[in-house]
């Protein structure tokens, strides 16, 4: 059966980039949220490129670009390896 839900917008460069985020150490899983059609992290950002918005109680939000548009995510990590998380997602 095919899965559903808003994750089907989701590219394969940003499907790539997930499972990459996920075996990192400290990251206890990813939750894809919302999908925006249309919009751009801006000039020169390709599809699978990742910007950390903000650290928040668990966890790190962050928006990826997509072939048709911004996809939300949240990286829920275990408690105090947050900043190291998002230092490791900057390098990929």
């Excluded at 460069?13 to 899983?29: F, H, S």
């Excluded at 928006?63 to 105090?80: C, H, N, P």
């Amino acid at each position: 059966m095919p899965s559903r839900g808003r994750h089907q917008s989701t590219s394969k460069e940003c499907k790539v980039l997930i499972k990459k985020i996920e075996a990192m150490d400290g990251v206890i899983g990813l939750i894809i949220g919302r999908s925006y059609g249309g919009k751009s992290l801006g000039k020169g950002s390709a599809t699978g490129a990742i910007r950390i918005q903000r650290e928040v109680s668990g966890g790190l939000k962050a928006v990826m670009q997509s072939e048709k548009g911004l996809q939300e995510i949240y990286i829920r990590t275990e408690a105090g390896v947050a900043e190291e998380i998002a230092a490791k997602i900057l390098e990929i």
